[in-house]
């Protein structure tokens, strides 16, 4: 039977381990992406065909599913981050316009507060 080799796996094993530098190259490698998955080796995706048929494509789909769904995720973070960011500075910068064209102080108090509690809330949250 001959040997297939994943192209997604780019980590070789040697005898059902990896060795400390082709962990470092995979983890080296992996820095640049947003998402990393550990994917199996050529040899274990085989032996999961021969006990299924269809096994290893069901397995690489849900991997990819799941790197799908945290891209996705990750994305979503970011934006509500931009978001609240933007909204806390907007509301920072109205009371500050309204420092500056003297407008009675329980409005600016509403505004500037209404900014740093935004901005204080979603850094809470985030950890």
């Known amino acids: 039977m001959r040997k297939s080799v994943n192209p997604l796996n780019l980590v070789k094993t040697k005898g059902g381990g990896t060795s400390p530098e082709e962990k470092q190259r995979a983890r080296s490698s992996a820095q ?63 009371a500050g316009v309204g420092i500056w064209l003297e407008v009675f102080w329980p409005v600016i108090l509403l505004f500037g507060l209404g900014g740093m509690a935004t901005f204080l809330l979603s850094e809470v949250i985030r950890r």
């Open 32 to 94: 640049g992406s947003s998402v990393f998955v550990h994917l199996p080796t050529a040899d274990q995706l085989e032996k999961y065909e021969e006990i299924s048929p269809g096994a290893a494509y069901r397995i690489l789909s849900m991997m990819e599913d799941e790197m799908g769904e945290k891209s996705d995720r990750i994305d979503l973070q970011r934006r509500r981050i931009v978001m609240t960011t933007s909204v806390s500075l907007l509301l920072i910068g109205a």
